[in-house]
């Protein structure tokens, strides 16, 4: 969707809703899925990984960009989420075995910022990779 | 119980404001059509006579690459005068920039003497106002190093007569230098390719960065130029701009570049400066703000976000004490819901005040992939600007309390290891 505003660079976007709507209807399966996953209807996990799919829907999938490599980056970066929120589950299984609670309570205390490094880093990531497709593109407009 | 309680919910709803208040910016950045703006070979039929002022205090290792650079700018010379203001320098500044008024005869220096000169960038202004003889007044840091034709593109949007001032776009000149270049080029980015952009696109308060940047003389003489008490003397010089009636315009095409500091320590000062500044702001102007007539109401809510904006660390680690302390005494079942905002508060409070998404969008506009890879990092200026804005808060608390009225004016000193990166 190289449009010639986008290759003007100074003149705004126009967002691809296509693409918008294709991602809202995966957004809401995956969130669902998570749902069904995991356990005791954790919020504070939910909410990490609904923002993290909101964040995807709203700023990275009405960016130019082709659509299975957007599709392939919210997936894998759900399998990222989901990762960490199995080693987070699996330390506090591990501390409620030594009958602590201590990890639970350090865990939700520091719980913004261990959310905060996967869903920045894997964002950023991809937002890497479609800013280099669109400078791929452009390179081949201008030659 | 009930009181913490409503705190942390005030709090949780303030940082949620400026949650969307910042991802509206990134969608305007995004998608919002602008006018193309006129191009660098078109000649503005607008030409005022125009004086750049230059305050510089111990800048021999930068003075002569921005003095050279202001002999290559395009704006025709009969129209234009550069006033070095050598503020009680202690080192060669003042005699590289005779040199230059030697060769030059636009460029003209003024001494500030030891005995009450070198006491910060204000007064160094106001000394260098009364030697101006332009319509249009800008002001550059010694560090800067502009495009040719930034003074037609930025004098171009003083055709309207509402607008005061104008500021441009800064990037980092020795962005590859270190760790802490890049994440200030990257805090840089999202500052101005989306958040002034937006700003200036949504008719929101435009903020005067002190630099790069210029006004009418009219209206600085009618506001009788700049308060040495303030610390960010740009942001004050903002408010006062706006709540005189007029306008702040942002050019996104006048691009200049600056020497970023290189260090933490350097970061630290800088920083603590600028918190500091915006702190006193805060409470000079936020009434005025909120019951100007000037102002619409946009204007007035945005202009009491951005007067806040370095109480937003405080508020979300505030909000993350209350919101551990509220769940662990007493876990009720809307705290779970409440609690969820708290990592959302660390997400749009990252970086230079400006959220993570903002910061990587401004990089994407601007064709910078591999920057983005350290967008995750800026989580360690966040943390720091926490310590910086606490301790702002308390400096300025405590100055309240003992009377004083000056604050020591610290500089940022430039090495010119940005001139490695001009060709």
């Avoid at chain 1, 894997?122 to 479609?130: A, I, M």
């Avoid at chain 2, 006491?119 to 319509?135: D, I, Q, T, Y």
């Avoid at chain 2, 999202?190 to 929101?204: H, I, K, M, S």
């Amino acid at each position: 969707m190289a449009s010639k505003e986008c290759r003007l660079g100074h003149l705004g976007m126009r967002p691809n809703f296509f693409h918008m709507a294709v991602g809202s209807v995966l957004v809401t399966t995956i969130i669902f899925l998570h749902l069904q996953l995991i356990r005791k209807f954790d919020l504070p996990a939910l909410a990490a990984i609904g923002f993290f799919n909101l964040l995807f829907l709203f700023l990275l999938f009405p960016l130019e960009g082709p659509l299975l490599r957007k599709i392939v980056l919210l997936i894998a970066g759900n399998h990222v989420g989901a990762l960490w929120y199995i080693i987070q589950l699996s330390f506090e299984d591990a501390f409620l075995f030594l009958n602590t609670d201590l990890f639970k309570i350090i865990a939700l205390i520091a719980k913004p910022l261990i959310d905060f490094v996967w869903i920045v880093a894997v964002w950023s990531l991809s937002l890497s990779v479609l800013a280099s497709y669109r400078i791929r593109m452009e390179r081949l407009e201008k030659s | 119980m009930q009181l913490l309680s409503i705190a942390f919910m005030g709090l949780a709803a303030l940082i949620t404001a400026y949650l969307i208040r910042h991802y509206l910016f990134t969608l305007v950045a995004l998608y919002h059509k602008k006018e193309a703006p006129p191009s660098s070979s078109n000649k503005t039929v607008y030409e005022p006579t125009v004086s750049v002022m230059i305050p510089a205090h111990n800048e021999e290792q930068v003075i002569e690459r921005i003095l050279q650079r202001m002999t290559e700018l395009t704006y025709p010379k009969e129209k234009f005068e550069v006033i070095v203001i050598d503020d009680a320098s202690t080192d060669k500044t003042g005699e590289k920039a005779k040199t230059f008024a030697k060769n030059y005869s636009f460029i003209h220096v003024v001494h500030r003497d030891p005995a009450y000169g070198g006491r910060g960038k204000p007064e160094a202004l106001n000394r260098g106002l009364k030697h101006v003889s332009g319509e249009i007044i800008y002001c550059f840091d010694a560090d800067y190093y502009p495009q040719r034709d930034v003074i037609e593109k930025l004098t171009a949007c003083f055709i309207n007569p509402k607008v005061g001032a104008v500021q441009g776009r800064v990037t980092v000149l020795n962005e590859s230098h270190s760790l802490v270049t890049r994440l200030v080029a990257l805090e840089r980015t999202g500052g101005y390719r989306v958040d002034q952009f937006a700003r200036n696109e949504l008719g929101l308060i435009t903020q005067f960065g002190g630099t790069m940047g210029g006004f009418r003389r009219s209206l600085i003489e009618r506001l009788r130029g700049w308060d040495p008490d303030m610390l960010a003397e740009d942001t004050d010089l903002t408010f006062r701009i706006y709540l005189a009636g007029y306008k702040v315009k942002y050019v996104n095409d006048a691009d200049c570049y600056e020497e970023a500091v290189e260090n933490w320590r350097s970061y630290w000062r800088q920083r603590s400066r600028w918190a500091k500044g915006h702190m006193q702001c805060a409470f000079r102007h936020i009434w005025s703000v909120l019951w100007s007539r000037n102002l619409r109401l946009r204007e007035k809510v945005d202009g009491f976000l951005l007067l806040n904006i370095y109480f937003v660390p405080l508020f979300a680690v505030l909000a993350w004490i209350l919101g551990a302390v509220l769940f662990l005494l007493q876990p009720p079942g809307w705290m779970n819901l409440l609690w969820m905002t708290v990592p959302i508060s660390f997400y749009s409070s990252v970086g230079n005040f400006a959220p993570f998404f903002e910061v990587g969008i401004g990089a994407y506009l601007d064709g910078r992939n591999r920057i983005c890879w350290l967008i995750p990092l800026l989580l360690l200026t966040f943390m720091l600007n926490i310590l910086i804005c606490t301790k702002a808060l308390i400096d300025l608390c405590l100055s309240k309390i003992t009377g004083k009225k000056r604050h020591k004016w610290t500089k940022t000193v430039h090495n010119g290891n940005g001139s490695h990166y001009i060709k």
